[in-house]
């Protein structure tokens, strides 16, 4: 059975919290094993299946949703560096920040609208290129958006899990 591809892509705020913690733990522990061993997942997937507060008082991360109102997908961006707080910000760099899309939509566009509402809200912003710092699973996803490939890297998401990722870069154009 298909479903409808039709959805609405919009803001999310701190109200949207308990949704996209239910969206988040459906989607990584079904996606996440396909990259990593599961000692890794044991630590990491409870640290990121949470919404993050940050992002949803940003005003640039956003929902996915389907007719019917279920939450496919969400995404956003920030001029934060995810993992440094407080760092100089680079006004012409935009960071991409906790993609997830529900493991029944996948490959109906919703990453792609959601990616497409970050372009957007961005280069009203002034920015010039996104970087991502890809999971293992998702490298495919943004490189067919356009992402090269820059480097591994690990990321510290918690006391001691250290999560290896790829560090991607894409350049807006137009």
């Not at 507060?53 to 997908?73: I, K, N």
């Not at 372009?119 to 490189?143: I, K, N």
């Amino acid at each position: 059975m298909r479903r409808a591809e039709r959805f609405v892509v919009q803001g999310a705020g701190p109200d949207d919290a308990e949704r996209i913690g239910t969206l988040l733990h459906v989607s990584h522990p079904t996606l996440m094993p396909a990259g990593y061993p599961a000692d890794v997942l044991a630590g990491a997937l409870p640290l990121m299946t949470r919404a993050n507060s940050v992002l949803l008082h940003s005003g640039t991360y956003y929902l996915a949703e389907a007719r019917d109102g279920a939450l496919v997908g969400c995404g956003g961006w920030t001029f934060e560096r995810p993992g440094a707080p407080g760092a100089p910000i680079d006004p012409r760099l935009g960071h991409i920040r906790h993609f997830a899309t529900h493991p029944g939509w996948l490959r109906h566009g919703a990453g792609r609208a959601l990616f497409d509402r970050c372009v957007a809200d961005a280069r009203t912003a002034g920015v010039q290129h996104f970087e991502c710092y890809s999971s293992l699973v998702a490298e495919p996803f943004y490189a067919a958006l356009g992402f090269a490939h820059v480097e591994p890297i690990t990321i510290d998401v918690g006391p001691g899990i250290d999560f290896p990722c790829v560090r991607m870069i894409w350049h807006l154009t137009g």
